[in-house]
């Protein structure tokens, strides 16, 4: 019997196994496809999933495989500088491709994955999950969390709705080599990056191009797109294909928004693609469910070594569902913002101009990369609920201490304890802590859970997180 059955291994499910093994949970992690992907399509880590990887100690491995860029807002496309003193030690974004994060991943966690192994049915009971597979064989688990995407087989047969809208408009994106001159391309690209949207035309590294194009109306959306494709919609919308070639990954995206009622029902957990769906723009996807996955894994291994209190696990929907309603609701903004009609393009030239005050562009900038967020703990000061930075201490930095994924008492009192939670909670006195606060007492994920110099009051918190 498997404590977690993870359903799906892409970046979500390979985060949320890495996060168990952590806590010597009993993982098993199912992948319908037999084969790793081998498309070596870019993705981007913003600020707070580069912070967490810091935290696990996973940093400077995917860093050998990445490109950074500088960070900036980059709210619907609107190309802006980073606002001045960014409060990170990880000021930008990490381009890396999506089969090299899966597979670091992979390797930190250590964790038994069955491939061309697809979840068919599952019923769940008082003591546990039965999963059938799709040629019948029948596992046990105490829990099973559905990472399979957007299509999610484990959603559909827990029956929660997807409400949303769906996909109106498609869009090509991919990347492969041109052969037009590159004044050509940038002449090109200005001219009709006014007037359609989204299209450009971007170096992305070793001589190739990031190719992106509205794909007009599309009767199958399950037909993976070819370079044909892309070079008549070229033609179409800018009047040449640039002599595009030698493609390296291509894919196609919708506009579909949708959100899952529930990300919970009794012994079964939804996270990433297969809770949430949303435009790219902005790229919070991929990072929204390694942020999904990092919430979740702590708590869940709480409930199964038996120490997390009553509600913890239910803080998972709470917490979440609210972050990637947010996240739907500024894409579907960017998407009306990247329309071509007259009415959108002035709102977008009035957002440019007021990106340009530093409090409107770190608010813009603190939404998309997710370090904005502020978790419901109730009333209290700033910082409570919020992540947070990777401050200085005596011992070096604060993130080298959360590699473990245990919570952290971080004390400049030298008064408090962190008593019969010692098991569970790390305690650090530093009194040279650059920190604006007596003492805090952080999440495994980071997050502040209390403030304060009274060690009754820190008492009752950590009963309240750490049982």
């Known amino acids: 019997m498997f404590d977690v059955i993870i359903a799906g291994c892409g970046p979500t499910g390979a985060m949320l196994a890495a996060e168990l093994r952590l806590h010597d949970v009993r993982v098993l992690v199912l992948e319908k496809d037999t084969e790793p992907a081998s498309s070596v399509r870019i993705?981007?880590?913003?600020?707070?999933?580069?912070?967490?990887?810091?935290?696990?100690?996973?940093?400077?491995?995917?860093?050998?495989?990445?490109?950074?860029?500088p960070a900036g807002a980059y709210f619907a496309a609107i190309d802006k500088p980073a606002p001045k003193n960014l409060d990170s030690a990880y000021g930008y974004l990490l381009g890396i491709p999506q089969p090299v994060i899966v597979r670091l991943l992979e390797e930190h966690a250590g964790t038994q994955i069955r491939r061309g192994a697809e979840v068919a049915n599952f019923e769940q009971d008082d003591d546990g999950v039965?999963?059938?597979?799709?040629?019948?064989?029948?596992?046990r688990t105490r829990y099973l969390v559905?990472?399979?995407?957007?299509?999610?087989?484990?959603?559909?047969?827990?029956?929660?709705?997807?409400p949303g809208e769906p996909s109106?408009?498609?869009?090509?994106?991919?990347?492969?080599?041109?052969?037009?001159?590159?004044?050509?391309?940038?002449?090109?690209?200005?001219?009709?990056?006014?007037?359609?949207?989204?299209f450009w035309l971007r170096p992305a590294g070793a001589g190739a191009y990031s190719v992106v194009v509205p794909a007009g109306r599309v009767d199958d959306r399950t037909k993976p797109p070819t370079l044909d494709d892309f070079q008549q919609r070229l033609r179409a919308v800018a009047g040449t294909d640039f002599g595009v070639h030698s493609p390296r990954w291509l894919s196609r995206f919708g506009d579909a928004t949708r959100l899952a009622d529930r990300y919970r029902v009794g012994r079964v957990l939804l996270a990433g693609d297969a809770a949430h769906i949303h435009p790219p723009i902005g790229g919070q996807g991929l990072n929204l469910g390694i942020?999904?996955?990092?919430?979740?894994?702590?708590?869940?291994?709480?409930?199964?070594?038996?120490?997390?209190?009553?509600?913890?696990?239910?803080?998972?929907?709470?917490?979440?569902?609210?972050?990637?309603?947010?996240?739907?609701?500024?894409?579907?903004?960017q998407t009306e913002l990247l329309a071509p009609e007259p009415g959108p393009r002035a709102v977008r030239r009035l957002l440019t101009e007021l990106m340009d005050f530093d409090d409107v562009n770190r608010h813009l900038m603190e939404k998309i990369?997710?370090?904005?967020?502020?978790?419901?703990?109730?009333?209290?000061?700033?910082?409570?609920?919020?992540?947070?930075?990777?401050?200085?201490?005596?011992?070096?930095?604060?993130?080298?201490?959360?590699?473990?994924?245990?919570?952290?008492?971080?004390?400049?009192?030298?008064?408090?304890?962190?008593?019969?939670?010692?098991?569970?909670?790390?305690?650090?006195?530093?009194?040279?802590?650059?920190?604006?606060?007596?003492?805090?007492?952080?999440?495994?994920?980071?997050?502040?859970?209390?403030?304060?110099?009274?060690?009754?009051?820190?008492?009752?918190?950590?009963?309240?997180?750490?049982?």
């Open 146 to 162: 559905g990472c399979d995407g957007a299509r999610s087989t484990v959603r559909k047969l827990l029956g929660v709705g997807f």
């Open 43 to 69: 993705v981007g880590l913003h600020i707070r999933s580069i912070e967490l990887l810091a935290m696990r100690g996973l940093l400077e491995r995917v860093l050998e495989h990445g490109r950074k860029r």
């Open 291 to 333: 942020q999904d996955a990092v919430n979740l894994g702590w708590k869940l291994a709480a409930q199964i070594h038996g120490w997390a209190p009553e509600t913890l696990l239910d803080t998972y929907e709470a917490e979440r569902h609210p972050v990637a309603a947010d996240v739907l609701d500024n894409t579907r903004a």
């Open 168 to 198: 109106r408009n498609e869009t090509l994106m991919g990347e492969m080599h041109v052969s037009a001159p590159q004044q050509e391309i940038a002449a090109k690209v200005a001219e009709l990056s006014r007037t359609v949207r989204p």
């Open 369 to 467: 990369t997710g370090i904005g967020i502020r978790y419901d703990f109730g009333a209290g000061p700033h910082l409570l609920g919020r992540r947070l930075p990777d401050i200085d201490l005596e011992q070096g930095r604060l993130y080298g201490l959360l590699h473990r994924g245990r919570g952290l008492l971080l004390d400049r009192t030298g008064r408090l304890t962190a008593g019969g939670w010692a098991d569970r909670v790390d305690h650090l006195s530093d009194s040279g802590a650059k920190l604006d606060a007596p003492a805090v007492l952080l999440r495994p994920d980071g997050y502040v859970a209390w403030i304060g110099d009274d060690q009754e009051d820190l008492d009752g918190q950590l009963a309240r997180w750490f049982g």
């Open 130 to 139: 039965t999963v059938e597979l799709g040629d019948g064989e029948q596992l």
